[in-house]
């Protein structure tokens, strides 16, 4: 996923994608990218200490196949001291901590993120519930379009699940600022044909890049 820093221009770049893209259409869009959709640092510390757990008991059988004894004060505390280290490890170094956590919890975090910036950045209460967010969370590799319910009835997934798959190959090719471009037009393509400009429209979200 993309790791080279969205630039000044790279913002100008999608602000005025989103602006040309709004010009024909009364849907509105809004962009969110966060560096990464949580902290990870409890579920990280979950999976290390079943992993120790684990890891200990096939140490326990080991010893006990090669007649080998400790005492049971001294193997707890052992455990315990192993157990203090990955946690201070874990604290210290906070990029460790998504490479413990499974896809699936990475993803469900980042899902519930996108659904948090779609409701605290008002997309769902454009006039005719026509709001789409574009979000992208970099740590997770995850992407999302989250359109509200006046598009929900006349778009299919499908739809949206092109658009996201051209997003995450510009991101992985380091090109995120491209990938927005590109989203926003594919977006606001959509828009146009479903929600096409009237007269009375109005620009009712900023037309912008949000970094988290």
């Excluded at 509105?28 to 990464?36: G, L």
Aim: net charge negative.
């Amino acid at each position: 996923m993309a790791t080279r820093p969205i630039t000044a221009e790279d913002h100008e770049r999608i602000a005025t994608a989103i602006r040309v893209a709004e010009a024909k259409t009364d849907g509105e869009i809004y962009c969110v990218v966060a560096r990464a959709s949580d902290g990870y640092f409890f579920p990280a510390a979950f999976m290390a200490t079943a992993g120790m757990l684990i890891v200990s008991l096939a140490v326990a059988y080991g010893l006990e196949a090669w007649w080998l004894s400790i005492r049971l004060p001294h193997f707890v505390l052992a455990q315990l001291l192993a157990l203090a280290c990955v946690l201070v490890l874990l604290w210290a170094l906070p990029g460790l901590r998504i490479h413990l956590v499974p896809r699936r919890l990475r993803y469900q975090a980042a899902h519930a993120d996108a659904i948090k910036q779609f409701l605290a950045r008002n997309v769902h209460r454009t006039t005719a519930r026509t709001g789409v967010l574009v979000f992208v969370s970099i740590a997770e590799h995850y992407a999302e379009v989250v359109a509200d319910s006046g598009i929900d009835a006349k778009v299919g997934q499908h739809v949206w699940d092109g658009v996201i798959r051209d997003l995450t190959a510009h991101a992985g090719d380091d090109r995120l600022a491209d990938g927005f471009v590109k989203a926003i037009e594919l977006v606001g393509a959509v828009l146009a044909e479903h929600f096409p400009v009237t007269s009375g429209d109005t620009n009712e979200l900023e037309d912008h890049l949000v970094e988290i």
